[in-house]
């Protein structure tokens, strides 16, 4: 069973960092595009970033400039740093996988074969 795990999330003040993880049980992320996805109240799942098997990077013209993904294959786990977080960064973050890397971006979740359990990131005062 593909199974993925986030972890990271919190309540942060804006202008703060946070990093959050996705590990995958049982597989090889080496092997998938991970994909870093969010989801606030009442709006649509929308795509934040994305690192190909390959480990090129896209972002989100939301996220450019503050948001970094990365991947260490060792401890297989990719990591989203965010920093100078905003409220409006605040959502359910998920990390999945595509194992067919079609089309990277415009990230999209339809690509994307596994999914995991969500991590909240709140960002307030």
């Known amino acids: 069973q593909v199974l993925l795990v986030e972890s990271g999330g919190g309540l942060v003040q804006p202008g703060g960092s946070l990093r959050l993880s996705c590990t995958g049980s049982?597989?090889?992320?080496?092997?998938?595009?991970i994909g870093w996805f969010r989801q606030a109240p009442g709006k649509e799942r929308e795509g934040v970033s994305c690192i190909s098997s390959s480990d090129v990077t896209f972002y989100a013209d939301s996220v450019k400039g503050r948001v970094t993904i990365s991947r260490d294959s060792a401890k297989n786990t990719v990591y989203l740093q965010m920093n100078s977080l905003k409220p409006e960064d605040t959502g359910v973050y998920y990390c999945?996988?595509?194992?067919?890397?079609?089309?990277?971006?415009?990230?999209?979740?339809?690509?994307?074969?596994?999914w995991g359990q969500g991590t909240q990131v709140t960002v307030s005062s």
């Open positions: 999945a996988a595509d194992a067919h890397e079609e089309r990277l971006w415009p990230i999209s979740r339809y690509e994307y074969d596994y």
């Open positions: 049982d597989f090889d992320l080496s092997y998938y595009a």
